[in-house]
Structure formats: C-alpha cells, structure tokens
C-alpha cells in the first residue's frame, strides 16, 4: 500500500520536475481502487501545502493540477 510519505520521497527525488495529477497516478496506480486512493492522498497534499509551511509546490495551470518539490521551503 502507498501512502503520502511515498509521494514526498517521489517528489524530493525530481525536485525541478513538475508532475501533473494525471502523471502521478499513472506511475503509482496498479488498480482502479489504486487510482481512487491516490487521488485522496494528492487532495490532501494539496489542502495541507495550502494551509502549512510545506515542501511540497501544488499550482493550478489551464485547470490541470501540478505538484513540485518546494527545495526552498
């Protein structure tokens, strides 16, 4: 089972790549109810980088969500 912290790991490994919702998903989804999980734990991502000091960069382009390692957070 992934979790989040799988996600921050990921995230720090490419920190000047930027991942879109869709990209994420497809790397770690194996299943239909992977997919259905995933998109849970980047929900949450994105309302904790919002509301906290956060690593991680979430930005909103053309309405397809990205994700980034924040190195200077």
Known sequence: MIGKLDFYHYFR???KKEFSKEEII???SKSTED???IEHFL???EVESTYSH???F???KAGTVYYK???SA
């Open 26 to 28: 497809n790397i770690f």
């Open 69 to 71: 390692w924040n190195e």
């Open 35 to 37: 997919e259905v999980e």
């Open 58 to 60: 979430v930005t909103c």
């Open 54 to 56: 956060s690593n991680l």
């Open 13 to 15: 490994k490419y920190p």
């Open 43 to 45: 929900s949450e991502m």
